[in-house]
Structure formats: structure tokens, C-alpha cells
């Protein structure tokens, strides 16, 4: 580990050393920093560990007390050395330690003309003293404090120090109860302190700050001695900064005029006369009497009474616990007035109640102890007690009067047996504790079953309102938003009364409750809003949905059928009117009842432009052609005019294919109902086919081919479903007709053979003779078998077989 060179600043005989504070100016290169340094300065009684305290604090290398060669001074006068690894540059100075028996009792001027010296040139004061003298006149170094206070306010201008007590070799005693302590001593100094005129009033806190830390023994708790200084260490880098031990320091010298300053403070001070503090009055009574204030001190600490109610109460309250440690206190005080009695009555009484405060001091972390037992359980019934009454069905305001009311005069009652008779200790902050934790609980519990109540109506208004909202939306006509509107005050209404009912027992003011009524409000408002603003958002699906339906449905929500007597263009704008009209509904929030032309705007530029463009024939602005609604606030527009032409714009051109589909299924239909020629290729036939008539009935054989051609024809025409192949068009028909027609004719020709085979193998005899009745016959089963053939259903790898005609 590093170490700093030090320099003997000031020796014994009160010489400042200056060409010593020169040369250490130099090395350390101290004109360098400016503004950027600090002075720390260690004071206290001789042989304390101050100079121990330094060298493991900032790494310093100052003499330290040889305890084997037994206690005397070490340090003598004020040595300087730079702290090694603390930015920005800290210098500290180790001061003789006071109340030495080298300088003896009358010559304690040093002590204070060093103790001064300090605090003029130090920002940051350590003042070392052992935990067990706290408390005491001499040890605690109320008089040096009391002198110097004085002494500085007449010699210097006002100047910021941090005053670090350091309490060596704590004891168990807490921190928390040593610190109040030292603080109200300096106070008290403070304020007895005579102080000039221009200074009568000005607080401590002026000319000083006032910390306190204390550290463990360096012999008996070496490792967490270490790690304590490790820590306040820390306290030490960046001091200057703002928050830091000095960050409000006032009047700082320029660092390169440091030694000047020093030597001019160190001259005032050796030239004033009234530094020199008076002897002590009447030091062998003080001296004994604190002897005996110490030894009972001692024996209550190992008073095995007191040592089990301590352990006791740290745990459990304690039954009589008042009662039981005022007796042991008692006790104790009687045995110092027993062996005191014979000294000085002033130092007597003084030192008894400096005993008083260490055994209440000592006691009262106890006393803490058992008030916090006392507050934690009212607090914990309290709890469970409330819970019950408002499981039981209790007004919320009623409960909780009730309970505090009953748990608070049991604190009272319990505290009062708590009391100590020497102490007039008050519980009023306890019992304040234990009524701001009642109310913040009750204030807790209010705020979560006011959340809970307003969640539950809050839901019920979801419930009630996001259904029919949507449904209505999704139905858009004329009357859904004053549908939307009536829905939304009857469910409001119905909620809010049932809500204020449930208010009642919470007994808030009318202001309060007002506001959660109008929030609730608000509430249903909103939630028709955001589903407004949600079905918005899917207009365009809506829109396509609504055209489908009323396109591809007739009026009794059939399925229409495209047969070419429907008026296409009519049913195509009544369904775009429909969608237009549920684009117009969605476009504004219309919760208000305020009438708006959005609807004729949007059918006037959308669905008739002919007559937009007549009715603004002296300009030629689209009146979409904005991004507001004109009577229609910007927070109340869920889809703007430009969106509107947008959304329309890709719903025509989204829908154009079903018309186009339903147009051509309608041509198809027409064209599928129409077989006969047109009239003059009638005409035609008859007259260009005349001659043709005439052989056909000049020769009758012809008419009999002809007929059987016809009936091979229509069988092809039933078996190959020639009008359904072309019902999906020419070339798909065509298509699919030459893969079919093949196998067709096959299977029908073999059809025919084995119909005109089966009669002479069923009765080879019989032969009757040709007629016309037969040959008519002959015609007729030749036609069924025809007829029969057409409707067979064949496939391609097999033949299904008929059954043979009867003989007539």
C-alpha cells in the first residue's frame, strides 16, 4: 500500500513551519488545483487512535502510539500530509491529542489555539471520541467546542465546516440513539455560546454541518474495523461536489495562496489573549463521581434483571414492563446517591444526571422495543377486525370509524403500563406511527374497493354496450346512431344509479363522489367510442360483406339465379347505396345529436357525381378533398373525407368482379335458353330446302334413315350432356366433348348390337312374318332401346347391361 510523506507543521512550541509547508506545497503540487482541494483535520483526546485512524483512513504515514511501550503522547503539534489515492487533492492534519499529562492541566492553550487553527483551515473536522465518554464534560470536548465557537465567530467571517464525530470502539448501543445525543450537546453549546451582535440568531447550521459515525475497536474487531473505515473512506472522494462531507463550503482560498492564509490564521490565533481557557472547578469531585457514575453504569449493564427483560422484549412484549425497569433503575441511582453523598452537591447532581441519560439511553432502544410490540399488534387485530366488518357487510365509513376508534384507546391503555417514572418518555410519536399506518391502510383498502367497484360497473357497461354497439354498427341505417345513443343513456343511467347506491357507504364528499360518477360516464362514452373507432377500422370488409349479401341475395335472402330477366344495374346500386350508406355511418362519432351532411356529401361525390358537379357548377373543388368534415370536430372523425374516397375507390374496384361474373352468367343463361334459328334462317330453310322436302316424301326410305340419324343424335346429345358442357363456355365445352365423344359412340353401337341380338337367341323358332303393326312395333323398340341406351351411364373399361325387351 502507498504511503504519503507528512511535514511537521506546526511543533510544540507553536513555530510554523514554513519553509516545511512550502516545500510540501511544492511536491504535491498543491498551486496546481485551484479551486479543486480539501483540508481535513483530526482533533480529540490524547492517545485515541487518531493518528491510527488517519493512516488507515487516507493512507497516510503518521507516528502511531506503541501500546506495549504504554500510553503517551505521540503527536505533538500539527503534522500535514496529502491523502494518497482521494481526488480531488485532500490534505489532513493530525493535531495533538488533547487532555495530554505532558502539557498537565494548566497548560491547555495549545490544545485550544490548535483546536481553532482547525476549524479556520480545515473544511472537514474529525473530532475522535470513545463511545463510553459520550456524554461526559471534559472527554466529549464540550469546553474546547464551547471556547473555540466562540472564539471563531470574533476572529474569522463565517465559513461552512463539516464536523465529523468519530465514536471509536462502539458499543451495542445503536447509532441511531448515540447520534441524538451528541447533536443536542453541540446545540446546546451553540446556543450558551456568547455571540456578537451580528451573529445573534444565526443557527449552527450556518457555520457548521454535524455528522456522525461510529467505528468498532481497532484491537478487539480488527476485520470490521477495516471494513468500516473502507467505507467512510468513501465518503472522502469527491468531498467538494455537490452532496459531498464539504459541498456547501463557503469563502475557499485559491490553493496556491494556502500556506500565506495558513501563517496569517496561526499568527491571530498565538496573539490572542483570550484563548487561554480556565482550569477545571472542583476536579476531584468531578473525577470521583464520575468514578462511581461509571461503576453503576457498569453494574446495571451486568444486572441479570435487566439483561433478561432486555432479551425478552426484543422478541415479545412484556407484561408490567413500566413497573419492572423503573424498579431496576431505581435501585441503581439509590447506590451512586449512597457513596456520592459526601461530594460536592453541584458535581453530585450533575453527574447523577449525566447517569440518568446513559441508563435511559442505554434503556430506551428497550422502550422502543416494546412500544413497537404494542403498535404492530393493534395494528395486525386492526386489520383482521376491519377485514370482518366489511366481510359482515358493514359500511365501508362505519367500519372503519368504529375500529380505529377501539384500537387506538387500546394502544393507549397498553403504552401507559409501558411508561418509565425516571423518563417521562411520550409515546405521542408511536401512537402517531400506529395512526398513520391505520390510515394508510384504511386508505388502501378504500382505494382498492373503490378500483374494485369501479372495475365491476366498468365491466357491466362493457358487457352491456360493446354488443349492441357493434350490432347496430354493423346494421348501419338511418336510426343506428340515435339507437346507439338511447342504448348508451339507458345503460349509463342504470349503472351510474346503482354505482352511486353502491358509494353511499363510503360517506366521501359530494365533490369526490361527482367525479367518480362523471368518470364512470366517461367510462361508457369511451367504450362506444373505441368500438366505433374499432368497427371503423374494418369498414371495408363491412362494406363487402353488405354489397355481397344484397348483390348474390333476392329480398327473401335466397340465393339469386342469373336466368337473364334481372335488372343487374338496379340490384348493383342498391347494394353499393347500402354500403355507401354504412360508410357514411361509420365516417363521425355521432354521440351528440348534432346533425352533419356527411351522408349527401359522400352519395352526391361518390355514387351520383352528375348531379354533385350540377349543384357546384361555379367551382370545381371535390368535396372530398379535405381531411375534415365540415360540422364535424376533428377527436369526433373516425374516417376522414380522403379515406373515404379511398375506401370507396378499392370497394368498386374489390366488387367489380362479381358483377362482371353475374353480367356474364346472365349472358350465358340467355344464350343457353335460346336454341331456335333466327326468323328469316327459318324463312330461308323452308325456301332453299324445298326441293329436298319433296324426295323425302317422294322417297320414304330416306325419312326412316333420317329418323334413326335423329335418334343416334339425341341419344349422343343425353349421354355426352352437351348443353351442360357448354354452360362454362365454347372451348371448355368443346374440350371436354372431343375426350368424351369417342367412347361414347363405341359403347352406345355395341349397346345397339346386343339389343338386336338378344330376341333370336331367347326363341330361335319363332319368326313371324313382317307387318305393319310389327314394323311399327319394331320402330317403337327401336326407339325405347335408343331412349334406354342415352340414359345409361357407361364407363370407360366396362358396359352395364339392360334389361331385354318383352315380345309383344
Known sequence: MDKSSSTHLIDGDGTFNVSGIDNFMKEVKLSECGLSYAVVSIMGPQSSGKSTLLNHLFRTNFREMDAFKGRSQTTKGIWMAQCVGIEPCTLVMDLEGTDGRERGEDDTAFEK??????????????????????????????????????????????????????????????????????????????????????????????FFNVEVVALSSYEEKEEQFREQVASLRQRFFHSIAPGGLAG??????????????????????????????PAHKVMVATVRCEEISNEKFSSFIGNEEWLQLEEIVQSQPVPGFGRKL????????????????????GVRSSKRKQLEEKLLQLVQPAYQFMLGHIRSGNLDRFKKAFDNALNEGKGFAFAA?????????????????????????????????????????????????????????????????????????????????PAIRKLLRRETETAVAEFASALSGFEMDEETREKMILRLKDRARGLVEAKAKEEAGRVLIRMKDRFSTLFSHDSDSMPRVWTGKEDIRAITKSARSSSLKLLSVMA?????????????????????????????????????????????????????????????????????????????????????????????????????????????LRNPLYLGVIFVAFLLIKALWVQLDITGEFRHGALPGILS????????????????????????????????????????????????????????????????????????
Not at 496556491?256 to 495558513?262: E, P, R, T, V
Not at 386508505?443 to 360497473?457: D, M, Q
Not at 353401337?749 to 338386336?756: D, N, S
Open 401 to 481: 370509524r368504529d375500529c380505529i376508534k377501539y384500537f387506538m384507546s387500546q394502544f393507549d391503555e397498553e403504552s401507559a403500563d409501558t411508561n418509565i417514572d425516571l423518563a417521562k418518555w411520550d409515546a405521542s410519536r408511536v401512537r402517531e406511527k400506529l395512526q398513520r399506518d391505520i390510515d394508510a391502510h384504511v386508505a388502501a383498502v378504500r382505494a382498492a374497493k373503490l378500483s374494485e367497484l369501479t372495475t365491476v360497473y366498468e365491466a357491466k357497461l362493457n358487457e352491456a354496450l360493446s354488443g349492441p354497439v357493434e350490432a347496430l354498427l354493423d346494421g348501419a341505417s338511418d336510426d343506428t346512431w
Open 326 to 345: 423503573s424498579s431496576i433503575l431505581d435501585v441503581c441511582l439509590s447506590e451512586y446517591d449512597l457513596e456520592a453523598t459526601y461530594f460536592d452537591e
Open 737 to 808: 366433348i372431343s375426350t368424351k365423344l369417342l367412347p361414347t359412340v363405341m359403347n352406345l353401337l355395341r349397346k345397339l348390337a346386343e339389343e338386336g341380338q338378344r330376341p333370336a337367341h331367347t326363341d330361335p323358332q319363332r319368326n313371324p312374318p313382317l307387318t305393319a303393326q310389327s314394323f311399327q312395333s319394331g320402330t317403337n323398340n327401336y326407339s325405347g332401346i335408343s331412349s334406354s341406351a342415352s340414359s345409361e351411364v357407361t364407363s370407360d373399361n366396362g358396359t352395364k347391361h339392360s334389361k331385354p325387351p318383352a315380345h309383344q
Open 248 to 277: 456547501d463550503r463557503r469563502a475557499v482560498v485559491p490553493a496556491s495562496g494556502f500556506s500565506f492564509s495558513a501563517q496569517q490564521i496561526w499568527k491571530i490565533i498565538k496573539e490572542n489573549k483570550d484563548l487561554d481557557l
Open 588 to 696: 363521425a362519432i355521432r354521440l351528440d345529436d348534432n346533425a352533419d351532411a356527411i351522408e349527401n356529401t359522400l352519395s352526391l361525390a361518390l355514387v351520383d357525381p352528375k348531379a354533385a358537379a350540377s349543384t357546384n357548377k361555379g367551382t370545381s373543388v371535390d368535396p372530398l378533398a379535405s381531411s375534415t368534415w365540415e360540422e364535424v370536430p376533428a377527436s369526433k372523425t373516425l374516417i376522414t373525407p380522403v379515406q373515404c374516397k379511398s375506401l370507396w375507390r378499392q370497394f368498386r374496384t374489390e366488387t367489380e368482379y362479381t358483377v362482371t361474373q353475374a353480367i356474364a352468367a346472365q349472358e350465358a343463361s340467355r344464350r343457353n335458353n335460346n336454341w331456335l334459328p333466327p326468323p328469316w334462317a327459318i324463312v330461308a330453310l323452308v325456301v332453299l330446302g324445298f326441293n329436298e322436302f319433296m324426295t323425302l
Open 113 to 206: 489555539q490548535s483546536a481553532l487553527f482547525a476549524l479556520a483551515v480545515s473544511d472537514i473536522v474529525l473530532i475522535n471520541m470513545w463511545c463510553h465518554d459520550i456524554g461526559r464534560e471534559q472527554a466529549a470536548n464540550k469546553p474546547l467546542l464551547k471556547t473555540v465557537f466562540q472564539v471563531m465567530m470574533r476572529l474569522f467571517s463565517p465559513r461552512k465546516t463539516t464536523l465529523l464525530f468519530v465514536i471509536r470502539d462502539k458499543t451495542r448501543t445503536p447509532l441511531e440513539n448515540l447520534e441524538p445525543v451528541l447533536r443536542e450537546d453541540i446545540q446546546k453549546i451553540w446556543d450558551a455560546v456568547p455571540k456578537p451582535e451580528a451573529h445573534n440568531g444565526t443557527p449552527l447550521s450556518e
